[in-house]
């Protein structure tokens, strides 16, 4: 994500990375921070309630060139469209790891693909039901993602999508 902000926002100098402390997502912060382009700092927010998202964002807007990511659990989930309006509000980019947040006014979202997730468990689902054992399955990790962005975000925070950005893009929102 941090190659992403890279091109859509290259003033970026500080990006808030909002998590759930009861979410293991916090884990993948290193590799997030060394994706990051060289002097940008990573700031990391640990939310457990509504306040301390508005905190957080609060924290990352009140100086010039900050962005956020958000790490997705259930208090993200629960105020999404509180993150949007105040990422927007502040003029802050945000990406998401999943396009249902960048259809609801995110900026940028590169993750799996759920649909093809939910495929891929039905086809478990199925052999289960078959009778083969759960622990007898092999690991299946995600092998579809989707970048999806949001031109009307992009618009309303003064940012110009690269067009190489725009060619890889799974779906434009306009």
Sequence with gaps: MGELLREIAPRTAR????FDPANAMQRQLPDLERSLSPGVQLVALSVSSRSDLENAIERIAIEPNGALI???GPLAVAHRDLIITLAVKHGL???YPYRHFTA???LISYGPDLVDQHRLAAGYIDRILKGEKPA???VQFPTKYMLVINLNTAKALGLTVPPMLLARADE???
């Design 15 to 18: 990006v808030g990375v909002i």
């Design 70 to 72: 958000v790490f997705v």
């Design 93 to 95: 980019p945000l990406l």
């Design 104 to 106: 609801a006014g995110g």
């Design 136 to 138: 007898d399955l092999p």
């Design 172 to 174: 434009v929102i306009e």
